[in-house]
């Protein structure tokens, strides 16, 4: 059966060529303004009134846009040697498949026919919604229903930007832990032993601060201050004594001829860094509470440890100290670190400090890396800015269970939580010579700049006031970091959180529910979702996750299944983000091979859609050799407005009233959401 009505005779758009050709002319120099390229793009061959033939010399243009790439027919049209259009006989072929799939991607719907390969009244007429939508940012565009090198150009244009992977980071335009002006001097500290939790512990640790020169007890440098914000630092546990006849001869008891190792000393590049940056900082030895059993008790022991240690430097900062830090150190700038154990212990240091009432300690920024969870903590320390580094490799902490304190952990004013593949647990630490869990991982120096990066990035913003937020919140990288390696999840106060999953399950009956707003929520009938905690060993799929949250699981039975999450009123989404953390149900022997894939659309007052695609989703780190802990993890999503203009310029970003998850049913697994906010 016919497709289309009427016919669209050759003569109608041979007649036109002079009037198309000056007015693609125009559209070409107005894109070349748009774009901001230094001179006009040549203007491609046009059709002469004899047939087709270029009028215009100038070398062929290509495409930008991957998903136009591999075409000839479409590569033809860029060029303006081929049409496409509704005439009679039907055009068909791959190339108007490409087109549409294109036009539908954005948000043009083909409601009765879809995506079929054959150019009739429905493509023609989302030819020309395209069209009209474009004239509004550029008046010389055509409204013709034609896909000609006009059309083609500018979906290549938007696909270049839409197609790369949404939430791209940028190079940062300063690295955090370079540019340091100070010298590292350097002290160290044993005050003997002191009672923590009915237990006998000494206290003693090394301090770095910035110097005149570099050395032990060298004078403070005060040009940049004459106090300066200070960290604290405690390891995690480990062995204690080493053979120094074989360095990866390790153990908790010691044998004749054997050393200590000095674990809280693995950090002294770090130390260093902070030092230049005009940062103090304090290692702890934490050697007492090692090569014990986990349980809260030790984890409270070494956190009593870390709060003896702020005592005893509270003293040497104190007046007539005689301490190079007599009067240099600004307690109210106070941030932690801590590794494994350590980074389980600085979340209950808070608590201790004030317990212990060292009122002119505040905390301002907690970093935790590759923490244990003792369950020390029924409720979740607040007032602080919180990172958390996960090495996907980690043979220790293998659980990742740092995944659970970001999940629980309210935003004060940021959290962040870095997953990094091919990382493992003790390249962090000089001191930890062995490693826990086999290549193919990143060098000892990679891991130690990842440290050193996000380290100086957290405590140079939260401290210093100098500004790395978009480094911490994922916007942008640091060149020399294994970057591909990161996925990033991050939350702010500020932002307006519309779905965080915990609310009413989805009604079966109705396909209806409530987001956080209390707006309503529905799913198109392909779809499939329901709302349960992500973290329930034993209950499949949903033991395939680390962290404790809970979240929505989606999947479709055919291409372009929806969540729809309407906003309480409407809404301007001007400069704004939307923000959602996802991520693939894994539930498999192995790691599939391919990847799958979902899009987020606004939609505004008067219904219309335009969508964005995330890019593939990444795939979970592969253990499966090792242990039974590959698990998916969520990774925060950014979708910018200049995205969804640039997808549907005829959407009223200024009046939003829902938005729109779509499941591109290509692959046909679940994905794991959590988090819809608008930032």
Known sequence: MRRTFGQRGANAVETSGTRRRHERRAADLFFADLMGWSEPRQSPPTRSPRGWAPVESGPPRTFRAARFGGNAELLQILNGTRELQNKNPDMTGADIRIVQQALVDLGYVLPSLGVDGIYGTETEAAVKKFQTEQRTINPAFLIDGIVGD???????????????????????PTDPSTGGTFQPGRITYDIGPRTVLGVSLNVRGTIFYPATAGGSNMPFDTTGGATQPIVFLAHGNHGTFHDPANRSNEDCFTSPGWLPIANHDGYSY??????????????????DTNCQGLSPTNIRRRSGLIVESIRHVISLAAAASGSVLEGHVDFSKTGLLGHSRGGEAVLVVPGD?????????????????????????????????????????????????????YDRITPSPFKTQLYVHRTNHNRFNREWVNDDFPAPLISRTEHERLLKVYTCGLFRHVLKGVNFLDLLLGKTEVSGVSNVDIFVSAEQSAAL??????????????????????????????????????????????????????????????AYGTYRSALASPTNITNREVWIRACEVFNNPSVPATATEFQVGVEDAAGERCFVPSGRIARPFDRTAVDSDTKSMLETFRFAQSSFSLARPGVDVTRIRAIVIRLNGVVSRKIAFDQLQLV
């Open 150 to 172: 006009q059309t083609m150009g500018r979906l290549d244009e938007i696909f270049q930007v839409l197609d790369r992977p949404v939430g791209a980071r940028t190079t940062a």
């Open 270 to 287: 770090l130390q260093e860094a902070l030092a230049g940056l005009g940062i103090i900082s304090v290692s702890v030895d934490c050697n």
């Open 353 to 405: 400090v004030a317990a212990a009432g060292l009122s002119t300690v505040q905390i301002k920024a907690v970093l935790s890396l590759a923490p244990t969870d003792a369950g020390t903590l029924s409720v979740m320390p607040t007032g602080f800015a919180y990172l958390v580094l996960l090495p996907a490799g980690d043979g220790d902490v293998s659980s990742n269970e740092g995944a659970g304190f």
């Open 497 to 558: 959180t519309i779905d965080d999953h915990q609310d009413v399950p989805l009604a079966p009956a109705t396909r209806t529910s409530t987001n956080t707003l209390g707006g309503a929520t529905t799913i198109s009938p392909t779809v499939s979702a329901f709302e349960i905690p992500l973290s329930q060993p034993g209950v499949p799929p949903d033991n395939t996750f680390f962290g404790a949250t809970r979240g929505m699981i989606a999947s479709t039975s055919v």
